[in-house]
């Protein structure tokens, strides 16, 4: 079951989305609101924070608590996600259901530097892993079954005690 998710990372040190991104301002000035302040697009000017994409698969056997890898990718133009950790972040299915949130430091798998017109890049640094950084909060209803449907078990070792059992 393939979750999907909106957020913001915060903590890049210069890394992060530039000034010219108002999806970047909107997102901060919401999260600041959220928080209790005021404070409007126009007095935002971070490149310490990114709009990125969380993705994760929930399995079909995950349960209320249970903890599942995700992946964040930058939406913007940031360079890099190396150092941040990911805000609050719902993740849905496709019916529009939250089944997860996710949040924490995140891992990157590469990195980018630049000294006197030099760039170096190595991997892909707007993309970064968050092991265990999602907390499913809503199980997946599956129906096995529809209407005047049979279940049938084939045992390799059948007996009448091991099919009640099942």
Do not use: W
């Not at 010219?20 to 935002?44: D, F, K």
């Not at 199980?139 to 279940?151: F, R, T």
Request: charged share 15%.
């Amino acid at each position: 079951n393939a979750l999907i998710g909106y957020g913001l990372v915060v903590g890049l040190a210069g890394s992060g989305d530039s000034e010219r991104s108002a999806i970047t301002r909107q997102a901060l000035t919401n999260v600041y609101g959220r928080l209790g302040a005021t404070v409007s697009g126009s007095e935002i000017s971070s490149r310490n924070a990114a709009v990125v994409v969380v993705v994760a698969k929930l399995p079909a056997s995950a349960n209320v608590g249970d903890k599942i890898p995700v992946t964040v990718s930058s939406a913007g133009d940031a360079r890099s996600l190396a150092g941040g950790t990911l805000l609050m972040t719902t993740l849905n299915g496709p019916d529009g259901r939250t089944y997860a949130l996710a949040q924490g430091p995140l891992v990157a798998g590469g990195d980018s530097f630049s000294s006197q017109l030099n760039l170096r890049q190595r991997n892909y640094p707007t993309t970064a892993r968050l092991e265990d950084g999602a907390t499913v909060e809503a199980p997946v209803e599956a129906q096995l079954l529809g209407p005047n449907s049979e279940l049938a078990f084939l045992l390799q070792e059948p007996s009448f005690t091991t099919a009640s059992r099942i």
